[in-house]
């Protein structure tokens, strides 16, 4: 063999033996994924949906449904992992240019990654998910002998009356807003325009709901602080605080367990019971921070809420500079690139320093946003519950999770969170050219965070001053509030347990002036 045709062999089997370490490292990947989001769907579905008790095909229909929603779930976690570890393999590459055992985090490794998300994103939320969720619906069609086969069939014809309807509504989008002679020729291709069209509309729905979900989940984050950790004893008696609270605790279960009303008070029992559990509630938390380490009340909470702003007012600084940047120069609108060259430049001005703290931002919006996405009011009934949450719900998260994970890497790059351009099909949406959107959401996204949080915290600055120095001890106003007049007895117990007068007790005003009943 000449050796000009030993060389191109050796060439050959090269590219093989990369191609398939490369099968071998995504399948690793997304084999671990998909056994992490098992047992996090696991820990939140409801059991009696997959039991064989009642009905077996219907358990079987559920677990089907169950895979694909795991399925799902494992792609919504690699689209948010994926821009993060491209990331750090470039600057493990920059730091270990010559190494050996590394020399599989290349270029084409991490290209592969990328188109491989974009596919199965693709296919999760048009097929998949839809699948799903008419699979655990149907029944089969009437006269049809019963079984999952029939189903199949049913759900089937569904999808794709269904994906026709959504592939005429596209075309008549593409058709109105490109009215020239390419775009009608490129209406007639499914996968070279039809389905990057779709994925480019739902990419934009998702990056616009980041938009409203980040800077809402910013401020609920400070308050979810403030309710998980410990706060500082400042310009408050806990002490008085928990003695009032064992009072009110003990008052409350002394009426329940008599279960007489008093002449003036007419008690509603469920009321008390519920005010009872409240109660007892607010008394656990208050022994809790009572039992707290000087070292973790001091010094924990502090810390957190000075990560949680100086994590915010870093994000919001890139934002401005971006946007500073984007009327400045052309370069730095986000734009895509078809081939991933790693190891040759640091993506940050501060190097591994600044690579990091990208890291860090993504992975803080996005749980910014998930948790924002979760306290809004349109979309607090999806938050799923242990052990108790349904098989529709679990399809309904995982859609929505999906779609705010597949716009984490479009997000990130259009606010100048890191300057890693989009790989593969990320970067041939359309809208990414528009100079006023991309312009104008990084302007939206600025103004939100900051009115959002400066509304938070000062709500919350004030709620604490008035809790530590408006505290209303008039006993007479008391009095007025229960509806009878104040006792001396009653005034005395007032003002040595100044909770007390927040117990929602019902109470019937009295008609006749002499006396309360």
């Excluded at 070292?295 to 401005?320: D, E, F, H, K």
Aim: hydrophobic residues 50%; aromatic residues 12%; contains cysteine.
């Amino acid at each position: 063999m000449a050796p000009v045709e030993q060389d191109a062999l050796a060439v050959r089997e090269q590219l093989f033996h990369d191609r398939v370490r490369e099968c071998i490292i995504c399948a690793l990947l997304f084999a671990s994924l998909y056994i992490l989001c098992h047992f996090i769907i696991t820990h939140f579905k409801k059991h009696t949906d997959f039991t064989a008790v009642h009905d077996d095909e219907d358990a079987a229909v559920n677990r089907i449904a169950l895979w694909l929603c795991t399925f799902t779930l494992a792609v919504a976690l690699g689209a948010v992992l994926l821009l993060p570890f491209s990331i750090i393999s470039n600057e493990v590459l920059l730091s270990f240019p010559q190494n050996y055992y590394i020399q599989w985090l290349n270029g084409s490794l991490i290209h592969g990654l990328w188109n491989l998300v974009f596919l199965f994103s693709n296919m999760s939320l048009v097929f998949l998910m839809p699948f799903a969720y008419f699979f655990t619906e149907s029944e089969g069609f009437a006269g049809s002998k019963k079984g999952i086969m029939a189903r199949v069939y049913e759900t089937s014809v569904v999808l794709l009356l269904l994906t026709l309807l959504v592939l005429g509504m596209v075309w008549v989008a593409s058709a109105i807003v490109g009215n020239d002679a390419a775009s009608r020729q490129s209406l007639y291709d499914l996968w070279e325009y039809y389905l990057p069209y779709l994925y480019s509309c739902i990419s934009l729905f998702g990056v616009l709901l980041l938009l409203l979900c980040t800077p809402f989940g910013l401020s609920t984050m400070f308050t979810v602080t403030g309710k998980l950790l410990v706060k500082p004893r400042l310009l408050e008696d806990l002490d008085e605080q928990l003695s009032c609270t064992r009072f009110e605790e003990a008052a409350v279960s002394h009426r329940i367990r008599s279960g007489k009303a008093s002449c003036w008070l007419n008690l509603d029992m469920a009321m008390l019971r519920e005010q009872f559990f409240a109660i007892r509630s607010k008394r656990r938390k208050l022994e809790l921070r009572h039992r707290a380490s000087p070292w973790q009340r001091n010094l924990g909470y502090p810390l957190a809420m000075l990560g949680l702003l100086a994590l915010t007012g870093i994000s919001v600084l890139i934002v401005c500079f971006h946007v500073l940047e984007l009327l400045l120069d052309d370069a730095a609108m986000p734009r895509g690139i078809q081939d991933a060259s790693l190891g040759q430049v640091s993506f940050s001005i501060f190097g591994s320093f600044g690579a990091a703290l990208q890291v860090v931002l993504i992975f803080y919006l996005m749980l910014s946003s998930v948790v924002g996405f979760y306290s809004s009011p349109l979309f607090t009934r999806l938050l799923p519950e242990r052990q108790d949450t349904p098989l529709t719900k679990i399809i309904g998260n995982c859609v929505s999770l999906l779609v705010l994970s597949s716009a984490l890497p479009v997000f990130s790059r259009t606010l100048g969170i890191t300057r890693f351009d989009l790989l593969g099909d990320f970067g041939r949406f359309n809208w990414l050219g528009n100079f006023y959107i991309v312009f104008l959401y990084n302007m939206g996204f600025a103004g939100l965070t900051t009115l959002c949080l400066v509304k938070r915290v000062s709500w919350a600055v004030q709620a604490e001053l008035i809790h530590a120095f408006g505290e209303d001890r008039d006993t007479g106003t008391r009095g007025w509030l229960l509806g009878c007049p104040t006792s001396p007895t009653l005034t005395l117990t007032l003002s040595l347990c100044p909770g007390l007068h927040k117990l929602p007790l019902p109470v019937t005003r009295c008609r006749t002036h002499s006396k309360p009943c």
